[in-house]
């Protein structure tokens, strides 16, 4: 990964392809302006993805992609430590000393595969003014390819409502919920929200569908199911979490699948019915 140094009054942008940003910009605005290439960033990553701002005080960052990552650091207050989840027009103050970004799903480790890329940001009060460094930072590709949509589960699919019946406590905020749900109370989840339920009355088939939803949230490196041996309920919080944080599941398909069942289409809520899986 390369290195960057800047000082007071200088912006840092980072994405998949962020040097038409700098081009375009201001050329006075230029000079103060620096690009970082992500190194295999996965093409469904924005072309800025985030922006770091050095001020006489503080440093900002603000979040420009619609990538989804999460913000570690540690304040020198006692159990000060926070992680916060950026979206798409968030700013966050960094805090002094390491400040790590998870950018989920962000590093391309073979075709149609995915990982988590880290950026670690480093803020550290300088005793004396010092140049900027800068070493090894890509050459500007001004014809790269536009931002590919995000891997997504497919709408109305057995999976896409697994993964909604799972992952529902943390999209409609309720993340303190004591433990995921159960393979039985997914299923009549979704029976409540279609009338059908495929035939997910099966426990087994329930664990095959988080699976096919844990493969594509963590990618096949960092799957918890080919991590180690066990039932699915051992890792279906994490894959729950997993699923709202990356965005597989959102809280407006939430809303799409109530306002269906409340107008009676759960079985036929685009018009037309969605193929069955087995």
Known sequence: MPTVVLGSGETLLVGRDPHGAVADSDPDAELRRTALTLPRAAPHVSRVVGEVVVGEEVVRLRWRGSTEAQLSSLFDAPGGARRVALTDGMAALLDEGENHVLLLRGRQTAPGQYGDLVLVVDVTVPAAEHPVVLEGVPVP?????????????????????????????????????????????????ILTWRGHAWNLERAQRVDDAIRVVARMAFGPADDPFSQGTGRVQNVRFAVGRRAAEVRLVTAEDLGVVEAARARGAGLNPEGSTPGALS
């Open 141 to 189: 590709d001004l014809d790269g390819a536009p931002t590919a949509p995000a891997p997504r589960l497919e709408a109305w699919s057995r999976e896409w409502y697994v993964a909604l019946a799972l992952a529902e406590p943390w999209l409609v905020g309720a993340d303190d919920y004591p433990r995921p749900p159960s393979n039985r109370e997914i299923y009549e989840r």
